[in-house]
């Protein structure tokens, strides 16, 4: 069988394909929960703890001083911005949570196998039978 010919029958195989469309909506439904993080969830807790905006907090490691973090950047300025980490975090819980849930459902879904028939007992030996027989004669006396 030819290198190309391997190939195809592997890139064809239901569970490759099925790889790259998870991949595909996985890219997608990332954009989905990057965007419901930044404009939806952040700027609710941001109201919440004072009127914060998360993807705006850094803490600057040179000694300069800047207005803002764009102002910050341009410049070329050490900083750790902790604001976009803490919504990276956010992003990450939000597509576990939602990845769980999506598990969960597929398993509920899913038939479970019906039990084996229980195997039918073994024919019952020659000399069990003719050992009953005698006790039971036995009984009759």
Known sequence: MSFIQEFKEFAMRGNVIDLAVGVIIGGAFGK???????????????????????????????????????????????????????????????IALAIF????????????????PAPEPAPEPEDIKLLREIRDALKQR
């Open 32 to 94: 989905i929960v990057d965007s419901l993080v930044k404009d939806v969830v952040m700027p609710i807790v941001g109201r919440l703890v004072g009127g914060v905006d998360f993807r705006h907090l850094y803490v600057n490691l040179g000694s300069q001083q800047y207005e803002t973090l764009e102002a910050a950047e341009k410049a070329g300025a050490p900083l750790v911005k902790y604001g976009a980490f803490i919504n990276t975090t956010i992003d990450f819980l939000i």
């Open 101 to 116: 849930v999506a598990i969960k459902a597929i398993n509920k879904l899913k038939r479970s196998e019906p039990p084996a």
